[in-house]
């Protein structure tokens, strides 16, 4: 795979061949990694990884053995269940259940939407340099972006899977359409914009508390600025301070976009992790062969 979006990798190999999708199913105890992880194996190819080591070696046999009606082959939306420790001489000690399907083109709308609603959601307001740099990072993380701005031709023509763009004018009433959960970061071309955003933020935490994370991009005198300005329109100090300005983890120094992008990236990652997924489940209902 030479990108880093594994799932338009993964789409655009099954517009033209049969694939085995191999699927954390659950683990139990210490495992590389978690449920809802997944790989897909071609014949003379992989996409994603499931942790490598001797379980990713012999999964990859096994799927390859499905994808050839192998006589002795495991059985199309089998899980297999596979101890670490004895078994495949992995020190994690746990043990990891597999899901194998086989895979093909009729099967890609219903892989695309599986396998993008585990994704946490974020929502990225401002489409200037530092916004792209942080969509293309997380766009090789587990994030779903949706990537706002108020202005007409400011977003690149190809994107990946994951991402889609939106124009909203005025660019705050995007708030209150994001789904729960969403992560929120403001770095639009305009202080005013930032603050309608801001603004828009603190009245849906107010209401629905839904939003686990709200950062604004900025230096520590805007955000002095901002914060009286939220004052006088009634915000209280407990309110305000659910908003983090400046984004990014301390310690990263630097202003250039990519940087940038690395802070915050590993600020988000910093956050709880999404809800246990049912990414899985999703598939199996959708049918994939």
Not at 228 to 234: F, I, T
Request: proline fraction near 6%; glycine fraction near 10%; include cysteine.
């Amino acid at each position: 795979m030479t990108s880093l979006h594994a799932l338009d990798d993964c789409l655009d190999r099954l517009a033209r061949e049969d694939g085995v999708l191999v699927q954390v199913e659950a683990t139990q105890g210490s495992a590389p990694r978690e449920a809802g992880t997944w790989m897909a194996v071609w014949r003379a190819a992989l996409t994603g990884t499931i942790g490598g080591g001797q379980l990713e070696y012999q999964a990859i046999a096994a799927a390859r053995a499905l994808l050839q009606g192998q006589a002795g082959a495991v059985a199309q939306n089998a899980v297999v269940r596979y101890p670490l420790g004895p078994t495949l001489g992995q020190c994690c000690g746990g043990v990891v259940f597999l899901r194998y399907r086989r895979i093909g083109a009729a099967d890609a709308p219903a892989l695309r939407s599986a396998l993008t609603e585990r994704l946490a959601p974020v929502a990225l307001f401002g489409g200037g340099h530092v916004g792209a740099a942080i969509v293309r990072l997380l766009a090789g993380l587990p994030y779903a972006v949706r990537w706002i701005d108020s202005r007409d031709g400011v977003f690149p023509p190809q994107l990946p899977t994951q991402v889609e763009t939106e124009h909203s004018q005025p660019v705050q009433d995007a708030i209150a359409t994001l789904p729960a959960g969403a992560r929120v970061l403001i770095m639009s071309f305009s202080h005013a914009e930032d603050l309608d955003i801001v603004v828009a933020c603190l009245q849906r935490l107010r209401t629905r508390d839904d939003l686990p994370f709200v950062g604004l991009i900025g230096s520590k005198t805007k955000w002095a600025t901002f914060r009286r300005r939220l004052e006088a329109r009634g915000f209280t100090a407990a309110e305000i301070a659910r908003i983090t300005c400046p984004i990014g983890v301390p310690g990263i120094a630097g202003k250039q976009p990519e940087v940038i992008a690395v802070a915050v990236a590993a600020q988000l990652l910093q956050l709880a992790p999404p809800e246990a997924t049912t990414a899985a489940a999703s598939l199996q209902a959708a049918g994939a062969r």
